[in-house]
């Protein structure tokens, strides 16, 4: 998880080659992050960019057109574009603010410049893309369906519920009005059967717990966190494992095969500066600024309130999967220094007694804290320790430039290529609760080890979503994944249960559709960053998905071990809603994301159009609003066609998992799925002519 609060304020997917993108587009991205953007001629883009060094590329610009190989980057002045390879330069901006990004198609040129101080817009609304699509005239449809159903076998269509049978290798029938131009076909006997479960037709829902659902205000201000008493940007919000127990019931109509919670290990108590103006109190509601791994954060509950999940959650055939964080522990805050008895702070004037209380002053930012504390001072040698960590502290092991070596977005980075033998700190040994105890010769990856295997261990956890894998030694994940799937198998013979193997998604930011060696290091699937920038034409032309969905299956279909988790929202790129703030794009990206070969994770809220909350000017954190269970009549039936797809899938793993098999025919896209005896035809006809 990228968490950095003085870069690029939008985050997305870094572009790799001129192929991925047919339209022109630009990426924006610092040391940590990125950002890509649709380019059009008819109106500038405009993107906050805050002080920082910022690498632009461009790529999709069509026509004949040559850069120079060198030329002076100036604002407000046109930039040659390059139609041959990916455009690329750097810029330094001096000051944070608004920017118009003015592209010329015709002189394939790209200007720079200020944005008007009059945008008072927070929201980045996208214009619908302008595809050539099938139209819907209206009335009955015929869909030919080749060899894919056998004469004489009745189907269902699963929008309308309509009931045909086959005959002449086609069927015909009326769309459903509210189905976006789509047609589900299935035999009229399918049911869910979960033990033909296949986790390349997986079905993620991913719950970041904090801002779910509230099932115990009492533990909402645990540690002493405080509300801000303003947009609560950055603060904890209530969530917690007993509102998710609250709504496993909502969670398994969407169809869902396993959910993924986000961190619900113990987090750092106390705050930072959150935006690059340090405009709110930045707590880790998230789950990602760990405090210690062993014992669940009270914000969000305790022991028995995960036991209780995954077993509610199995008993709905659920998998439970938990995010493993082996990179980082979180940052030193106020709160905790004083907790734990690690004195760096000056005790200048401001800082009360309770050092958690520290509020900005007349002229201060959240930032401000900082200069309470001596990050010279002898006494760092008590927080995470030389051996532990790589900090810009007195004692400790500089941050690299390598992948495995950097401190990303700040965070102290774990030794975890270390062999040497290491004790935990004191602080941490003498945690209330903790269940951290001293090994002999234990290296640190060992005890992060340990830490993340006790949970399959004593709760029989699924798997997991692997954070940062990229930033860590693969023989530290093979380590995990061979000791995960020991605890997994000891614990269900204890209970005499069966399941499917440990299971372990990563997270390799950046990375798209494709086989890598990060497979050969554990993982079973890696997040596809992929997808959610081909949902743009998806969403306004379902058809727009056929060389995507042929891709991903081609790819599939040629490696066992091979799966991609495909997204269309995530807590570190962006909302899908927020590009366009239309439920009828939301309701066709969920039709383009629920078809699409491979697994797919589903971000809560997704499928009711989750708004874009508050963000000052740290973009991430409007992706994280709080949930919304206050339906009105369009979200409702948003809610009722993502259910329906979702279940749709389930009840076929050949969705994800089965044989793509394209079915030509005039005026609609027509593709087949099937997978042993599980066959599907799906259909898009087009959107309805307007009159």
Known sequence: MKLATTALLLTSVLLTSVSALADPNITISTGTTSRDYPLNSEQPLVVSLVKDAYRFKVVGVTGDCTAPQSQKIKFSSPIALDCQQPTEFDIKIRFSGDYALTFDNTQQTLKISRASKKRTENTFKRPIPKVECQVYNGGEVSIALDDSFTEGTSLREVFSGKQVVVQNQQVTLTPSPTSGGMILLERLDATHQPNLFNYRNANIYFVMVDRFNNGEPSNDHSYGRRSDGQQEIGTFHGGDLKGVIAKLDYIQSLGTDAIWLSPIVEQVHGFVGGGDSGSFPFYAYHGYWTRDFTKVDENFGNDDDLKRLVEAAHQRGIKVLLDAVINHPGYATLA???????????HSDGLSSRWQDWQPKQGQNWHSFHQHIDYNHTNWSQWWGKDWVRAGLPGYPSPGSSDTTLTLAGLPDFLTESDKGVTPPQWLLENPGTRVVARDNYSVADYLIEWQTDWVKRFGI???????????????????KQQASLALDEWRAERNKHGEPFWMMGEVWGH????SPYFDDGFDALINFDMQKKLDKGAACFSQMADTYQDYANTIASSEDFNPVS???????????????????????????????????????????RPIGPYADDFHQGTRSAM?????????????????????????PSVGAGLHREIPQANAYVFSRTLADDTIVAAFVGHKAKP
Not at 336 to 346: H, I, N, R, S
Not at 591 to 600: K, R, T
Request: proline share 1%; aromatic share 12%.
């Open 336 to 346: 905790d220094l004083q907790f734990d008895g690690v004195d760096t702070v000056t």
């Open 462 to 480: 699924d798997g997991y979503r692997v954070d940062t894998v990229k930033h860590v030694e693969g023989e530290v994940w093979q380590r995990l």
């Open 512 to 515: 798209t559709a494709y086989r």
């Open 567 to 609: 997204y269309m929202s995530s807590h570190d790129t962006e909302l899908f809603f927020s590009r366009f703030n239309q439920l009828s794009m939301q309701r066709n990206a969920a039709n383009a994301l629920l078809l699409s070969p491979g697994a797919v994770q589903v971000y809560y809220g997704d499928e009711v159009g």
């Open 628 to 652: 919304i269970w206050q339906l009105d009549q369009e979200r409702q039936a948003l809610l009722e066609h993502w259910q329906t797809l979702g279940q749709f899938r389930q009840r076929h």
